[in-house]
């Protein structure tokens, strides 16, 4: 059988630790035998960030926006451990960060499902998309120690010289406290709503948004405000006819309904909000490595990854020579979901087909008993039927299914 041909490249971003381990051996067993791929390489190890001071990061990202369509390898955010380990010059920022914010995307994480992984919520039936604003709040926060007595304010200084302020609070202990500032941009709010309700329409899934705009009056209520108007001048028409909803709630409404729910929604969540209930979901459904996670921007630019990180501890042990039992299904999906993409803004069936292949393949192994340790310790498949196999010997058994499906 000849390889399946490529017409337009992906944007291919190496990481770091186990997980790069992983992204070669996939290569080399699930991909390069099977497909005349074409990438457009960039590595976003630590090493390389440093070298080129972050500018790889930068090229990587506008790269995405130039193809359309991207998969990442985990990578690592140094900390200061990680900057004296290292040997950095400074502490460089996320590489996902840095991604988001100029892809100006949103994060849609759904989980894998697959038999024998039950979910710990018994009456969800169907996958929850966590879909996450990648900008502002927090992660872009302005923070100060105030140890002494004082008063804290929000000044804020038009373009025209005019200024507005807002007292935050007055110390009056010799303690006093700590202060952080937040913000958000009115058009990465409008482009957030936007990804949103673009993802509920191609997914044919119903849309629920949550904030606390009851505490948070101007803040959060700006979100809940935007969502509104976007939805009322772009999208009611397109969601009746496509037969879904969209949804607002208080957000600690919408988490009772969540475990209530049986899933098979998109729930839109603020950028701190996503990253807590995103991990949530997916210790509900089982593992963190049994999640997709795709990186959506307003004009239709998608960058695939997995939804962990770099499994540090495993690397350590592979360095040593030691054997691992290390999961690889998320990253798999990366691939297979940034090939599904460029087979379908390509036209190119047979490459789909192909993405679709080794979905299967990985999920027929699991379901067959061959998975690592993290999915033996919680599977429900009886412990007779289970074979517990290494990194390597996972995906050799996926590829001998896969061979068998092509």
């Known amino acids: 059988m000849g390889k399946i041909q490529m017409t337009t490249p992906l944007v291919e971003m190496d990481g770091d630790e186990m997980t790069r381990v992983l992204w070669q051996i996939i290569k080399d067993e699930l991909l390069l035998p099977f497909i005349d791929l074409k990438t457009e390489y960039y590595d976003l190890s630590l090493v390389k960030r440093e070298e080129t001071k972050d500018q790889i ?66 009456t969800w039936k169907k996958p929850i998309t966590i879909a996450r604003h990648a900008y502002g709040d927090v992660y872009k926060n302005t923070e100060m120690k105030c140890f002494e007595k004082g008063t804290a304010k929000i000044v804020f200084t038009s373009e025209k010289g005019e200024t507005r302020e807002s007292e935050i609070f007055t110390f009056t202990e010799d303690e006093g406290g700590v202060i952080q500032g937040m913000h958000n941009r009115c058009n990465s709010i409008k482009s957030f709503a936007r990804s949103c309700m673009n993802y509920a329409l191609d997914t044919k899934q119903d ?24 939805f009322e001048t772009e999208y009611k028409e397109k969601f009746e006819a ?39 979901l997916a210790t509900a459904f089982g593992s963190l490595a049994m999640m ?20 540090t501890r495993h690397y350590y042990k592979h360095l040593q020579g030691e054997e691992t039992s ?73 590829r001998k299914r896969l061979e068998a499906l092509l």
């Open 326 to 398: 290390t999961n690889s299904v998320a990253t798999i999906f990366a691939w297979t979901g940034a090939l599904n993409k460029r087979g379908e803004l390509d036209g190119n069936a047979d490459l789909q087909k192909f993405a679709k292949a080794l979905e299967k393949a990985t999920i027929d192994t699991i379901e067959e008993g061959y998975m690592t340790k993290d999915l033996a310790l919680i599977t429900t498949i009886p412990k007779e039927e289970i074979h517990q196999v290494n990194s390597r010997g996972f995906i050799l058994e996926i």
């Open 292 to 311: 997709t996670s795709v990186l959506v921007n307003p004009d239709g630019k998608y960058e695939y990854e997995a939804a962990h990180g770099t499994v």
């Open 207 to 230: 849309l629920w948004f949550a904030t606390k705009d009851t505490i948070s009056k101007q803040y959060d209520h700006t979100f809940k405000d935007i969502f509104a108007e976007v």
């Open 57 to 122: 990061t930068i090229d990587s990202a506008n790269a995405a926006l130039k193809y359309g369509v991207a998969v990442k390898c985990a990578t690592i955010t140094p900390n200061a451990q990680r900057v004296e380990e290292y040997n950095l010059s400074q502490m460089w920022k996320s590489p996902n960060g840095t991604i988001r914010a100029i892809m100006d995307g949103t994060v849609f994480r759904a989980p894998i499902l697959v038999r024998g992984i039950e979910p710990y919520v018994r």
């Open 242 to 280: 496509a037969g879904i909803t969209y949804f607002y709630t208080l957000i600690d409404d919408v988490v009772a309904r969540v475990i209530r729910s049986e899933g098979g929604y998109i729930w839109a969540c603020k950028n701190y909000d996503g990253d807590v209930m995103s991990d949530m």
